[in-house]
């Protein structure tokens, strides 16, 4: 039912710099400046950021690094690389399922990834042009309401936006993913750090210091764990496989605990440095930073309204860089999998993926509200779910030897062993339960 699969890869990653750009561009996506605010507003500010931290250091961290080794190790994709480590190993061939789940989380991310990217896209030429000028809430939240029931503009935008997915992705890792991420990131730190020194000289910074950093505790529930955590996985592009492809691209000279801690600090100082960004030029007109989802394209063109059109155009456009370099991450999860398959191969896998992805964006575009479900299940549920799996498959599946060999011996693989072993899978489960009992039964019903 797999099909044949190919030796390994034969593409790999051109450079350090190329590898880096690509993995900390899969990780830097709309989840740090479109989720992390709202949900970090939403959670009572740095409460939900401590808690935040904790996630991605107990739980993303060891998780990203197996990612990384298991598919350094495999040299295929997700599914095919755990099809080899269980049948090399004698484990139960029901461990390709985890495979399975991180490559349709991916895509179910990606569905309505590519719809969201649509409105920021919409919003770049809105901004530029100066169309959020005077703008107040109630003005916003129509111009909102119009932007996202203007089927057909959202319908090209979404178009274009998935065809240079689709063309980026179809060119290989080195010719394609890792050239698109070296031009990019660059540009999107540039423009990242511009927005930041702007926020903070014009906006108010101190309020922002304050909010980020000063807990409220009395403000966390099981909710704020696990929107914490989802944010952790989501953010880190981990439980779905993504990293464990990018890590079949991996050559043999690469530190692979190096490079995974380059690449969560950078993930979670842009999650923090985006803050900045936005948080101080919220404060500074006035406005709730508590406005969910809404904060991003409702609360933020109203602060822009304000202020010179050309720094609303950076931000969005900043946005739209940050969505490019996640989403092609995900594609290429479904793409390298069918680029094993020898009747296939990686141009006829993105066009084909890319006409799947095509007609579920129309759903998403038809009805909008399907978004919020489709990124509950993405997002809190079967990412964290994957990182579980994970966290058993390299802590108690895999042969110690095979991440000894691509992780390295030391304090460093120990520690990784404890956590992928013991607190990886068991509180990320209990996260997960008791979580959805307060979703499902918010009133102990």
């Known amino acids: 039912m797999a099909g044949p699969v190919t030796v390994g890869k034969s593409d790999h990653w051109g450079s350090r710099f190329?590898?880096?750009?690509?993995?900390?561009?899969?990780?830097?996506?709309?989840?740090?400046?479109?989720?992390?605010?709202?949900?970090?507003?939403?959670?009572?500010?740095?409460?939900?950021?401590?808690?935040?931290?904790?996630?991605?250091?107990?739980?993303?961290?060891?998780?990203?690094?197996?990612?990384?080794?298991?598919?350094?190790?495999?040299?295929?994709?997700?599914?095919?690389?755990?099809?080899?480590?269980?049948t090399e190993n004698k484990k139960p061939i029901a461990w390709v399922g985890m495979g399975w789940l991180g490559a349709i989380a991916s895509l179910l991310l990606f569905s309505f990834y590519i719809v969201i990217s649509a409105w920021v896209f919409d919003f770049v030429p809105q901004a530029f042009l100066g169309?959020?000028?005077?703008?107040?809430?109630?003005?916003?939240?129509?111009?909102?309401?119009?932007?996202?029931?203007?089927?057909?503009?959202?319908?090209?935008?979404?178009?274009?936006?998935?065809?240079?997915?689709?063309?980026?992705?179809?060119?290989?890792v080195h010719g394609g993913i890792e050239k698109a991420a070296e031009i990019l990131m660059p540009l999107f730190f540039v423009m990242l750090i511009g927005m930041v020194i702007f926020a903070v000289i014009t906006g108010d910074a101190a309020r922002t210091v304050e909010f980020l950093f000063t807990p409220d505790f009395s403000k966390i529930t099981f909710d704020t764990f696990m929107a914490a955590l989802g944010q952790a996985f989501f953010s880190l592009s981990v439980g779905s496989?993504?990293?464990?492809?990018?890590?079949?691209?991996?050559?043999?000279?690469?530190?692979?605990?190096?490079?995974?801690?380059?690449?969560?600090?950078?993930?979670?100082?842009?999650?923090?440095?985006?803050?900045?960004?936005?948080?101080?030029?919220?404060?500074?007109?006035?406005?709730?930073?508590?406005?969910?989802?809404?904060?991003?394209?409702?609360?933020?063109?109203?602060?822009?309204?304000?202020?010179?059109?050309?720094v609303g155009g950076i931000f969005f456009t900043l946005a739209l860089f940050a969505a490019f370099t996640s989403s092609i991450s995900l594609?290429?999860?479904?793409?390298?999998?069918?680029?094993?398959?020898?009747?296939?191969?990686?141009?006829?896998?993105?066009?084909?993926?890319?006409?799947?992805?095509?007609?579920?964006?129309?759903?998403?575009?038809?009805?909008?509200?399907?978004?919020?479900?489709?990124?509950?299940?993405?997002?809190?549920?079967?990412?964290?779910?994957?990182?579980v799996l994970i966290g058993i498959f390299a802590g108690w599946v895999v042969p110690k030897s095979i991440l000894e060999n691509e992780?390295?011996?030391?304090?460093?693989?120990?520690?990784?062993?404890?956590?992928?072993?013991?607190?990886?899978p068991i509180f990320i489960s209990i996260i997960l339960i008791l979580g959805m009992i307060g979703k499902f039964f918010p009133d102990g019903g």
């Open 18 to 86: 190329g590898f880096i750009m690509a993995a900390v561009g899969s990780s830097v996506g709309l989840g740090n400046l479109w989720r992390f605010p709202y949900i970090a507003g939403e959670m009572g500010g740095s409460a939900f950021i401590l808690i935040y931290l904790g996630c991605i250091l107990l739980f993303g961290f060891p998780v990203l690094m197996a990612e990384y080794a298991l598919g350094r190790h495999g040299q295929r994709s997700s599914i095919a690389s755990i099809r080899k480590i269980v």
């Open 131 to 172: 169309g959020f000028s005077g703008f107040d809430a109630a003005a916003s939240g129509e111009n909102f309401g119009e932007t996202t029931s203007n089927k057909l503009e959202i319908f090209f935008y979404m178009c274009a936006f998935l065809a240079l997915n689709v063309f980026i992705v179809a060119r290989g």
């Open 241 to 310: 496989c993504v990293m464990f492809t990018y890590g079949a691209y991996l050559t043999r000279d690469t530190n692979i605990p190096k490079n995974a801690g380059l690449v969560a600090s950078a993930d979670t100082l842009v999650a923090l440095v985006a803050g900045f960004a936005i948080f101080p030029i919220v404060f500074s007109a006035g406005l709730n930073p508590e406005q969910g989802p809404g904060l991003f394209f409702v609360t933020m063109p109203v602060a822009f309204g304000g202020l010179p059109s050309f």
């Open 331 to 387: 594609l290429e999860t479904g793409v390298s999998w069918l680029e094993d398959q020898k009747s296939i191969g990686r141009v006829k896998g993105a066009i084909g993926l890319g006409v799947i992805m095509f007609f579920m964006g129309i759903g998403y575009i038809w009805m909008p509200e399907m978004i919020d479900h489709a990124s509950f299940l993405s997002g809190d549920v079967m990412l964290p779910l994957g990182g």
């Open 407 to 424: 992780l390295g011996k030391g304090i460093h693989l120990e520690i990784a062993l404890v956590l992928l072993r013991f607190v990886v």
